[in-house]
């Protein structure tokens, strides 16, 4: 998924493209902290081969989809 793909998705459905990208840039400041926040509450013995995936995935989509 790109940036592109959010913002070619607001225009086909005559969506404000400039409040799609307000919309997505909030979404993407809070990756960070919601990945900490979850990791924080995750049981100790949690198995990292689930939860590790997950976050990482997380992070390489917020970076592909920021502003470059």
């Known amino acids: 998924m790109q940036r592109r793909h959010f913002l070619d998705t607001a225009k086909v ?8 990208e307000h ?3 909030e979404m993407l400041e809070k990756v960070d902290r919601v990945i900490q ?3 924080d509450n995750l ?5 990292s081969k689930i939860y590790r995936p997950i976050f990482e995935g997380m992070k ?5 989809i920021q502003k470059k």
Do not use: E, Q
């Open 23 to 25: 919309i997505l840039d």
């Open 43 to 47: 049981p100790n013995k949690f198995p």
């Open 37 to 39: 926040k979850v990791s």
């Open 13 to 20: 459905t005559n969506y404000s493209v400039k409040r799609a």
């Open 60 to 64: 390489l989509a917020k970076s592909k």
